[in-house]
């Protein structure tokens, strides 16, 4: 790794050093040294596999810190993780269940249905007839991992000796805290388990049952269920599956996460995030896998991240500023604002709902991303640990979006603003014994939720008309 890191740092500085700063052919030589670096470091991980996909996975996820060549190479280590042999796999089961593959089921897939960094996941028939999902860990994972983030605390102390004013020992720092929670399986299926009960209201989700007479720390046995990859749009169209109708119900899904209940599940990358058409209703229903990762928010920042998302949803500037800085952001919180809502500061300042983002305003923030590295180092190292997990999964979800072509509608951001309302009404709520208080309280977040859905009638009152004069124009040029 100590080699890597020197041949991606001569790389650099050998490839730009003779040419003019800014440049075309600094900027043509540049990606292309941005290209060759990530492919070395996506074949590191590979290699090494374990805790380095996962740290290279979670690089892939930070589209509003590292360049384009970076994030989408990186990407690939989603869906091309190694996989242990059928050997290996029996060796784990044997090991933590006491008996042999053909004892416990009546047929075991013997190809993955998936493949991760820590883990794979085979389909089999249990001998009552029940079809489960198997997910095993890879053997040397747990014994690897310990060693995998020394190694990595050293790269990163080497590149900050390179480029003394990046600071990424906070990657390290939550590689250290998240990856015992997700080495054990069954602290995944707590997870499953309490996510289930926690949004039991909502019937368009769906999270498969957790079989525990058949569960250890490195087997997890859960129900089996189908589905296409939520960025799969051809599985929709296939199925007749409502593209903006998925697309708000995992809004709905993560807005309740995040703003209400403050425990939030930090890996909706694609393969986890599955959809299908329900058996027997027909309707469309979320497939939520993989629960080893999950964020708990303090009330106090989840209340601050409400007001903060309130605040930029409604364009108070002056209430930006102070929930950003109150959440770390210092002087700094125009970038915050930015990369939390993957918007220009111009469009953040004018209403991130009063216009979607464009191809034109998507290059602008790449660019400004390279332009300000050092600036978004700075702010990852100041703001709160939870914080980071919630930019991931910001991005992660904007990644779905983009894919099924709904990113940042004001519906979404509606659904947002009706969360927070009711998040900051049941924590005053629960603050206040007085009957009267709590009465008004009521009554206060009902006309706020009133006001939302106005405006919403408003908005699509305003589309419909737009779409008819559209039309109209369409056929006068006819």
């Not at 700094?332 to 300042?349: E, G, N």
């Amino acid at each position: 790794m100590a080699r890597l890191t020197a041949v991606i740092s001569y790389d650099y500085l050998t490839s730009l050093r003779s040419v003019p700063y800014g440049s075309e052919e600094y900027l043509q030589l540049r990606s292309k040294v941005h290209l060759r670096s990530a492919r070395r470091l996506c074949e590191l991980c590979c290699a090494n596999r374990g805790t380095f996909i996962k740290v290279g996975q979670h690089l892939g996820a930070l589209d509003y810190l590292l360049p384009e060549e970076y994030t989408s190479t990186l990407k690939v280590l989603h869906s091309q993780a190694p996989r242990s042999s059928m050997q290996e796999v029996q060796q784990v089961i044997r090991e933590d269940l006491g008996k042999e593959i053909h004892d416990l089921f009546m047929s075991f897939d013997d190809t993955p249905l998936g493949a991760a960094s820590l883990a794979q996941v085979h389909k089999a028939v249990l001998r009552d007839g029940r079809t489960v999902a198997v997910k095993v860990q890879h053997p040397k994972v747990q014994a690897q991992s310990s060693k995998d983030i020394l190694l990595m605390e050293v790269l990163v102390l080497a590149v900050k000796q390179l480029f003394p004013e990046f600071e990424f020992m906070w990657l390290v720092d939550e590689a250290k805290k998240n990856l015992p929670l997700e080495l054990d399986f069954l602290n995944e299926g707590r997870n499953a388990e309490k996510v289930a009960q926690m949004l039991k209201h909502f019937d368009f989700l769906k999270v498969p049952r957790i079989y525990w007479e058949l569960s250890t720390k490195r087997v997890l046995l859960m129900e089996f269920v189908d589905g296409g990859q939520v960025n799969d749009r051809d599985y929709m169209e296939r199925n007749k599956i409502d593209v903006n109708e998925i697309s708000r119900h995992l809004g709905k899904i993560y807005s309740e996460m995040i703003f209400v209940n403050g425990f939030v599940h930090c890996d909706p990358h694609p393969g986890n995030v599955l959809v299908r058409k329900r058996p027997g209703t027909g309707k469309a229903e979320i497939v939520l896998l993989d629960h080893g990762l999950y964020q708990v928010l303090t009330d106090e920042f989840r209340l601050d991240y409400c007001h903060l998302w309130q605040s930029l949803i409604w364009t108070d500037m002056e209430k930006v500023k102070t929930y950003s800085q109150r959440l770390g952001a210092g002087d700094l919180y125009p970038l915050f604002a930015c990369m939390l809502t993957a918007r220009s500061w111009d469009s953040v300042s004018r209403g991130i709902g009063q216009a979607p983002v464009t191809a034109t305003e998507d290059a602008e923030i790449r660019n400004n991303a390279a332009n300000y590295l050092p600036q978004i180092s700075q702010l990852l190292n100041h703001v709160p640990r939870q914080m980071l997990l919630i930019f991931k999964t910001n991005d992660l979800l904007r990644g779905i979006e983009a894919a099924l072509g709904t990113r940042a509608s004001a519906s979404s951001f509606l659904n947002m603003s009706r969360c927070c309302v009711r998040a900051l009404a049941a924590h005053k709520k629960k603050n206040t014994c007085s009957f009267f208080r709590r009465t008004q309280i009521s009554f206060r977040e009902a006309f706020n939720l009133w006001q939302i859905n106005l405006h919403e009638l408003i908005l699509r009152v305003k589309g419909l008309r737009w779409s008819r004069e559209k039309c109209q124009l369409c056929g006068h040029v006819v």
